[in-house]
């Protein structure tokens, strides 16, 4: 998985790249046939904003969350993304082992 961080507004420090690929850990575990994945780490005012695109093979997947710690966005962003891919991974799974697309007799 090709992960790309950049920053709106922001600096990416090492202490913030390594606190986003921690946290985006556990959802590149549940399905690693992502083949990219661009994370943008902005700032809004006073809000901190953090979003997330990952492509997948005929599918992309978008999340974004704000809050006013980017951290926390961080945090709120992980926890998004980790839904859909699990989501991805079982619709794409059930259709798969279903068999559509095959004719039945």
């Known amino acids: 998985m090709q992960v790309t961080i950049t920053g709106h507004h922001l600096t990416i ?3 913030i790249r390594d606190y986003v690929n921690q946290k985006f850990s556990k ?4 399905f690693d046939h992502g083949i990219q994945a ?3 780490l902005s700032v809004e005012k006073l809000d901190q904003k953090a979003e ?3 492509h997948f093979q ?3 997947l978008h999340a974004e969350a704000k809050h006013t710690d980017m951290y926390a966005a961080i945090d709120l962003l992980a926890d998004k ?3 859909q ?3 991805y991974k079982e619709q794409h799974q059930t259709n ?6 095959a004719i039945e007799v």
């Open 27 to 30: 959802a590149w575990r549940h």
């Open 52 to 54: 997330v695109t990952v």
């Open 38 to 40: 661009q994370v943008v």
């Open 58 to 60: 005929g599918k992309d």
């Open 96 to 101: 798969v082992h279903s068999g559509r697309g």
């Open 85 to 87: 891919v699990v989501r």
């Open 81 to 83: 993304l980790d839904r």
């Open 13 to 15: 420090t090492d202490a």
